[in-house]
């Protein structure tokens, strides 16, 4: 079974504070991507990457950066918190091309002070 | 730009009933539709995915029909089960975006 996982479930930080959030998969798939998901807004889409050390970005990318230093590892990064930085961080990964099945992970809530 | 719906926003049904989901979009020029389901504070897990190419798609209870040319997908749930009870996602890949575009979900109970 493919598995991906999130550093953290639920996060409290203070505005202000760089806060790094990390996702790991298992299944050496090259794609991987970070949402947040809102009450009314759904998912969107923050940033991809489609290959080591590649980056692009989704439809929701300031105030975010990300990293992708190893294939299995894609760390999303907010460079300096804000209140409406607060929700809930989904990753996934899928293999081969883009719009194959993304397989997500658990979530981690940000509650940002 | 691409837009999906999914009509209605929440629904309560009786054990065992059959039930339809319903999503839309806007530019019939997919690549695939995906259906995942999420359960409270959970992440999101794969139900189908239906090429452009295909009309339907099933496993188990589940079955999901695409009409690419009216913009309409459904997902039909057989015999419904309180474990059934979760928010329904679909989402449509548009190759020339790059990106999966989800709708907001329906969020299904199904009642004992």
């Known amino acids: 079974d493919v598995k991906v996982t999130q550093s953290s479930r639920y996060l409290v930080k203070r505005t202000g504070e760089k806060v790094f959030l990390e996702c790991v998969q298992d299944?050496?798939?090259?794609?991987m991507f970070w949402y947040r998901q809102d009450p009314g807004l759904g998912l969107r889409l923050i940033y991809f990457?489609?290959?080591?050390?590649?980056?692009e970005k989704g439809d929701i990318p300031e105030g975010y950066s990300v990293s992708r230093e190893k294939k299995e590892r894609f760390s999303l990064i907010l460079e300096s918190a804000s209140t409406n930085q607060t929700s809930m961080y989904l990753c996934?990964?899928?293999?081969?091309?883009?719009?194959?099945?993304?397989?997500f992970g658990p979530g981690t809530r940000l509650l940002v002070l | 730009k691409q837009e999906v719906t999914q009509i209605p926003a929440a629904l309560s049904v009786p054990e065992g009933e059959n039930l339809v989901l319903n999503c839309s979009f806007t530019?019939?020029?997919?690549?695939?539709l995906q259906w995942f389901r999420q359960d409270p504070g959970k992440g999101l897990t794969s139900l189908l995915l239906?090429?452009?190419?295909?009309r339907e798609q099933t496993s188990g209870r589940l079955n999901a029909s695409l009409d690419k040319s009216s913009g309409r997908s459904t997902l039909y749930i057989a015999a419904s089960q309180p474990g059934d009870s979760a928010t329904y996602l679909c989402?449509?890949?548009?190759?020339?975006?790059?990106?999966?575009?989800f709708g907001q979900g329906t969020t299904l109970q199904v009642k004992p």
């Open positions: 299944m050496d798939h090259e794609n």
């Open positions: 530019d019939s020029a997919i690549y695939n």
């Open positions: 990457s489609y290959d080591v050390k590649m980056k």
């Open positions: 989402a449509v890949y548009s190759g020339n975006t790059g990106k999966l575009i």
């Open positions: 239906i090429q452009s190419s295909q």
């Open positions: 996934a990964s899928s293999w081969g091309a883009p719009g194959e099945t993304q397989y």
